[in-house]
């Protein structure tokens, strides 16, 4: 079992930086796939904004690149995500993910699969105002 509790996020004007952190407990050893979700609307689909394979490769949405980065710092057992140059676009609730693909590169396709993750946090709100 993995357990997730975000923090950070809240309000920003465009252009402006936020960050979120995400802690994790349980079992954090093995083929761990760390992920930030996005959920613009209640109902509307989850999008995958990046996720940190266990072997530190990460991957982006297309819509974030350049801007947003993730991170982890393992001996506090925390995940991070930088994200600058922010726009109303980037308004939505943020969840952290967790999951155990079979292999490393799996983590990459958890990003565009996000049923596949299984551990998921309560998630936070970001609100950027034009």
């Known amino acids: 079992q993995v357990q997730l509790a975000e923090s950070g996020g809240g309000s920003a004007e465009s252009g402006g930086s936020l960050r979120l952190a995400c802690k994790i407990s349980?079992?954090?050893?093995?083929?761990?796939?760390m992920g930030w979700f996005r959920q613009a609307r209640r109902g509307n689909e989850r999008e995958g904004v990046a996720v940190l394979a266990s072997d530190g490769s990460t991957s982006y949405a297309d819509s974030v690149k350049g801007r947003f980065t993730i991170s982890r710092n393992n001996a506090q057992n925390t995940l991070y995500l930088q994200m600058n140059s922010l726009g109303p676009d980037d308004t939505a609730m943020y969840f952290c993910?967790?999951?155990?693909?079979?292999?490393?590169?799996?983590?990459?396709?958890?990003?565009?699969?996000?049923?596949?993750?299984?551990?998921w946090g309560k998630g936070l709100r970001v609100t950027v105002s034009a």
């Open positions: 993910a967790a999951g155990m693909p079979v292999l490393v590169d799996g983590c990459h396709n958890y990003r565009t699969h996000y049923h596949a993750m299984d551990y």
């Open positions: 349980g079992r954090t050893s093995g083929n761990l796939c």
